[in-house]
């Protein structure tokens, strides 16, 4: 039955036409909004889990950018570059929404959020697994019998 609608041409077109307008340059303006809450959900996400582990245990930050924001160890600071960096390039891409490159921005914001998210999830589990020589580490730190030397 299906073969036989698919061959009458009721579902195919339907199909067709649906992802054609989804595709469309009419309908990039959508495509990039919707990217965009995207792109400030997974910053967001990203904001609470550097300010959770700055802010405890500690981590490495492997931006020099952020890392230099990082040094001043303010967290309300980081939350504010954060942010405001945020708006900024959000702003600048929904001004630009309808433009080709815009949306090609997006989607490499994207990716790249996405990306730093599964890095996020290996880096907690990487955590759980030396929890207790963080603990260690604290236990000494106090004493005075760990060593920590800067150059």
């Known amino acids: 039955m299906f073969v036989s609608m698919m061959h009458a041409g009721s579902v195919a077109p339907a199909l067709s036409e649906l992802f054609g307008r989804a595709a469309s340059p009419d309908s990039r303006g959508k495509r990039v909004a919707i990217l965009l809450a995207a792109i400030a959900l997974l910053s967001l996400g990203d ?85 207790g020589d963080i603990a260690l580490v604290e236990h000494h730190y106090n004493d005075g019998s760990w060593i920590n030397m800067e150059n």
Request: with cysteine; net charge neutral.
């Open 47 to 131: 904001l609470y889990m550097t300010l959770a582990y700055a802010t405890s245990v500690g981590m490495f930050e492997s931006n020099p950018l952020a890392r230099f924001v990082m040094s001043f160890g303010s967290p309300a600071l980081v939350a504010t570059w954060k942010l405001g960096s945020l708006l900024l390039a959000c702003t600048i891409f929904y001004w630009a929404r309808r433009s080709r490159y815009a949306e090609m921005g997006v989607w490499g914001c994207t990716l790249l959020l996405c990306w730093l998210t599964c890095h996020w999830g290996a880096y907690v589990d990487q955590i759980h697994e030396i929890e």
